[in-house]
């Protein structure tokens, strides 16, 4: 008895002594981050649309512009001019003829499938005196563009689920199962690009890479997947123009 | 001669025991009062704080770690990472201290991350 009792409070002393040794006080933090454009010498900003292709279920061109307005309302203090998207691949397709004497024309009207399909739209995005005249239309804005690809997606892989077992007196356990799976879903691709609205110059441009994957019964609408991975990357869209804070907590030690 | 050399060593160690103790404990104070006035949103003043308490004893981990959290609150990252890493250099094992690394690499990531990467 008196061992045990020896045991007890030598095991709660640890305990407390553990306590005491580590004081610890959790706080929170915002941490602040700069923009990696800047975006001083702008009022205004003009998302002027995106060349887009990869599935048909979805208006990427469209959707992207809209989503883009709207968060840098928001989230930004630039004002944000509200007009139609620009017919991104007619100008490309007018340029395009003309640089080639009207033959490849009707090559860059075919659908956008892949990234190669994409190629001869890009030049857009260098014509310095189209986006010149755009910002003399806008008076001067930062102009955001670019490309969106979103295209369906599917992936066979070994996937690990948890699956519920009873064991022989009944009781529900969960335990981790690899099988073999076919995976639905989509990727999304875009590139966006910062012009200059003053001089029609590219000052950045940024790649992102989303991707999400459902079981092949789940039937999950392509839009709802489109916002989905789009709400992964906006915090980093917004972090090239504007200061961001983010919100955290953090161990101070004594 | 061998009694004397281990008599001076004994006496050497007894001498400079006070002396580390002493410079904990002064180190100590200065974090202590760091997070009271962190937790008031005075951040400046605890990073005065706790970089004094960095000068005084170098090796006090604690005083690093703080030190990188507020450095990481002012949006001053480069410095946040040094003084998280040197914190980590000093207890490596110590929990606290590589979760919050953690959380700073996640956000400091996100900042450098360019195209697409």
Redesign the interface.
């Known amino acids: 008895m008196t061992a045990r009792l020896a045991r007890t409070v030598s095991s709660a002393a640890l305990v407390l002594l553990t306590a005491a040794c580590t004081n610890y006080y959790e706080i929170p933090i915002e941490t602040p981050i700069r923009p990696k454009l800047d975006v001083s010498a702008f009022q205004r900003v003009l998302v002027a649309g995106f060349v887009s292709g990869g599935t048909d279920d979805v208006d990427a061109n469209l959707e992207t512009t809209r989503l883009l307005r709207s968060q840098l309302r928001t989230k930004s203090e630039l004002r944000v001019i509200d007009t139609d998207v620009l017919p991104l691949m007619d100008v490309a397709n007018e340029s395009n003829s003309q640089g080639s004497g009207g033959s490849s024309a009707t090559s860059t009207q075919a659908p956008i499938k892949d990234e190669k399909d994409l190629e001869p739209y890009e030049r857009v995005f260098a014509n310095v005196e189209y986006w010149k005249k755009v910002g003399e239309e806008y008076q001067q804005p930062l102009i955001v563009t670019g490309t969106v690809m979103f295209t369906p997606h599917q992936r066979n892989s070994i996937v690990q689920r948890e699956e519920e077992v009873y064991d022989s007196f009944g009781r529900r356990r969960v335990v981790p199962v690899r099988t073999y799976m076919e995976r639905k879903g989509y990727i999304l691709r875009p590139k966006f690009i910062f012009i200059d609205g003053r001089s029609g110059t590219v000052m950045h441009s940024e790649n992102f890479r989303e991707e999400i994957l459902y079981n092949a019964n789940q039937t999950t609408p392509a839009l709802s997947s489109y916002f989905e991975l789009m709400d992964r990357l906006i915090p980093s869209f917004l972090s090239t123009l504007s200061s961001q804070k983010i919100k955290g907590t953090r161990i101070l030690l004594q | 001669m061998r009694f004397q050399a281990l008599l001076a060593a004994m006496l050497f160690t007894m001498a400079a025991s006070p002396l580390a103790a002493d410079t904990r404990s002064d180190a ?1 104070k200065q ?2 009062f760091g ?1 009271s006035v ?2 008031k949103g005075l951040w400046r003043e605890a990073i005065y704080r706790w970089e004094r308490a960095t000068e005084i004893d170098p090796t006090y ?2 005083a690093h ?2 030190l990188a ?1 507020a450095y ?4 001053e ?1 480069n410095k946040a990472r040094a003084a998280y890493e040197k914190a980590l250099q000093l207890e490596p094992n ?1 929990s ?2 590589k ?2 690394y953690e ?1 700073f690499k996640e ?1 400091n990531d ?2 450098t ?4 990467q």
Do not use: C, F, S
Request: zero cysteines; aromatic letters at 4%; proline letters at 0%.
């Open positions: 100590k974090v202590e997070i962190a937790q981990a604690a770690n703080n959290i990481e609150h002012e949006g990252l110590n606290y201290i979760q919050n959380l956000i996100r900042t991350r360019k195209d697409g």
